[in-house]
């Protein structure tokens, strides 16, 4: 017992270690920071495959329309990872809801926890009381590995996850459409 509590104790100061090179993983946003039409916002890595294809996952498993996105790399994603203290971090998607922002697992939870059918929205939630770091260190695995796992996406066009998608779908739901 004594030794997996020293274990933890180490695993908490290394995952606040890492808060404090790439930022904060969740928090407040400014005062007056204002999500579009109330919807939660979703930052990912634009030239990254398995990225663009979660954003597409939740557009088809978002019927209610609760979430619009921007990538990273586009003005609209850069101002809105400095109103979240994180303005040079691409290694993790960042979720904006009303509660604040989050990163990582926590992040991946609780966009999950909205979507259908319910076997999403169940699993993500039978895994939110996994403590943060045992998540994080999954999380952080694949995402360290994202290029690898589907590629990269290197000619700088639009993201291909908008290619899939009416027009009016992508006005409404990317905040850096046609940027």
Do not use: H
């Not at 274990?7 to 995952?15: D, H, P, Q, R």
């Amino acid at each position: 017992l004594d030794i997996s509590m020293r274990t933890l104790f180490v695993l908490c100061l290394a995952e606040a270690a890492a808060a404090l090179v790439t930022g904060p993983l969740a928090g407040a946003m400014p005062s007056n920071f204002q999500r579009p039409n109330g919807r939660n916002i979703i930052l990912y890595d634009g030239v990254c495959n398995f990225c663009n294809r979660w954003v597409n996952f939740v557009i088809d498993n978002d019927p209610d329309r609760k979430f619009c996105f921007a990538s990273m790399q586009s003005s609209a994603g850069l101002d809105i990872l400095k109103a979240c203290g994180r303005p040079d971090d691409l290694s993790t998607f960042v979720l904006v809801d009303d509660e604040g922002f989050w990163t990582q697992s926590t992040a991946a939870l609780r966009v999950g926890a909205e979507l259908n059918p319910a076997v999403v929205s169940k699993a993500a939630i039978a895994f939110q009381p996994v403590p943060p770091f045992v998540r994080d260190r999954v999380y952080r695995l694949v995402a360290e590995n994202r290029y690898s796992i589907l590629g990269r996406a290197e000619d700088g066009n639009v993201p291909p996850c908008q290619l899939k998608y009416s027009y009016e779908t992508l006005r409404e739901r990317m905040l850096d459409f046609g940027e």
